[in-house]
T-cell receptor, first 113, second 112 residues
Framework: DAGVTQSPTHLIKTRGQQVTLRCSPK?????VSWYQQALGQGPQFIFQ???????QRGNFPDRFSGHQFPNYSSELNVNALLLGDSALYLC????????????FGEGSRLTVL | GNSVTQMEGPVTLSEEAFLTINCTYTATGYPSLFWYVQYPGEGLQLLLKATKADDKGSNKGFEATYRKETTSFHLEKGSVQVSDSAVYFCAHGGGSQGNLIFGKGTKLSVKP
């Protein structure tokens, strides 16, 4: 049973560019959340998707957007990249929108130069 | 606002030593509380949880008790092993359980 898979694992972008990160949830999970983890910090909630809609959103600007597909996979898009967007982006899936029992992928490490 | 504060690391212990990692939180209401662990080269995984006051979560020899009066959820283990070396994150469900608020993490290193 595959867990949460994310791609790419590492990528480098320059300021002003756009990036798309991808996530496949654990089999049987229909809810996907995205977190940003800066170096030396805990993960910070970006948003959550369920039934192809954004259900909850954290304190992130509109440059951060997402999408969920009918097969429950998800994308995170970040526009107009800033140096401060450099971080590990974590995808987590769950069985329910209201559970804190999350299954995390290993993350996508984004470096903005 | 909602937040989680955990003791700063790194924490270095010898094998079989007793472990405590302190965690306190501020929250609206009484959210569920969690400990997640991140082993080297792996993704975050749930270690244990507690959903209401005085609940004790336990797993793999680790324990934590939901203390409403002190707003704490300290992680303990009686005898650590080298394989417990990891980064430990305390978290709570905030105002909505699907949106976890994490502490900064505490790195534990256990020496043989």
């Amino acid at each position: 049973d595959a867990g949460v898979t994310q791609s790419p694992t590492h990528l480098i972008k320059t300021r002003g560019q756009q990036v798309t990160l991808r996530c496949s949830p654990k089999s049987g999970h229909d809810t996907v959340s995205w977190y940003q983890q800066a170096l030396g910090q805990g993960p910070q909630f970006i948003f959550q998707y369920y039934e192809e809609e954004e259900r909850q959103r954290g304190n992130f600007p509109d440059r951060f957007s997402g999408h969920q597909f009918p097969n429950y996979s998800s994308e995170l898009n970040v526009n107009a990249l800033l140096l401060g967007d450099s971080a590990l982006y974590l995808c987590a899936s769950s069985l329910d929108v209201n559970t804190g029992e999350l299954f995390f992928g290993e993350g996508s490490r984004l470096t903005v130069l | 606002g909602n937040s989680v504060t955990q003791m700063e690391g790194p924490v270095t212990l010898s094998e079989e030593a007793f472990l405590t990692i302190n965690c306190t939180y501020t929250a609206t209401g009484y959210p569920s509380l969690f400990w997640y662990v991140q082993y080297p080269g792996e993704g975050l995984q749930l270690l244990l949880k507690a959903t209401k006051a005085d609940d004790k979560g336990s797993n793999k020899g680790f324990e934590a008790t939901y203390r409403k009066e002190t707003t704490s959820f300290h992680l303990e283990k009686g005898s650590v092993q080298v394989s417990d070396s990891a980064v430990y994150f305390c978290a709570h469900g905030g105002g909505s359980q699907g949106n976890l608020i994490f502490g900064k993490g505490t790195k534990l290193s256990v020496k043989p």
